[in-house]
Nanobody
Framework: QVQLVESGGGSVEAGGSLKLSCVAS????????MDWYRQAPGKERELVSR???????TYADSVKGRFTISRDNSKNTLYLQMNSLKTDDTAEYYC??????????WGQGTQVTVSS
């Protein structure tokens, strides 16, 4: 059974930092591309960042220079370091696994709230 479990969300003031984690189990983590998505109330879910199985990273323009995605394959864990947070970053954050020959898998989400 595949499970993705996010943690690290919370409430922070603008300008602050948070680090999200996502622990994966039940899949061949090393060969999967891993994503962070977010969804704010009333808005569509958007891709925040992606890291490929070989470590190639991409970021949404809105978070470039502020967020850093990383992965620890020895721990089956995905991270998202979020710095200089803005109120617009307030959303539910989800990790997702995109594995070859398989459907996508999603975590349950973790809430990030940034106050001014």
């Amino acid at each position: 059974q595949v499970q993705l479990v996010e943690s690290g969300g919370g409430s922070v003031e603008a300008g602050g930092s948070l680090k999200l984690s996502c622990v994966a189990s039940g899949l061949l983590y090393n060969i999967c591309a891993m994503d962070w998505y977010r969804q704010a109330p009333g808005k569509e879910r958007e891709l925040v960042s992606r890291i490929g199985s070989f470590g190639t990273t991409t970021y949404a323009d809105s978070v470039k220079g502020r967020f850093t995605i990383s992965r620890d394959n020895s721990k089956n864990t995905l991270y998202l370091q979020m710095n200089s947070l803005k109120t617009d970053d307030t959303a539910e954050y989800y990790c997702a696994a995109n594995c070859p020959g398989s459907r996508d898998y999603w975590g349950q989400g973790t809430q990030v709230t940034v106050s001014s």
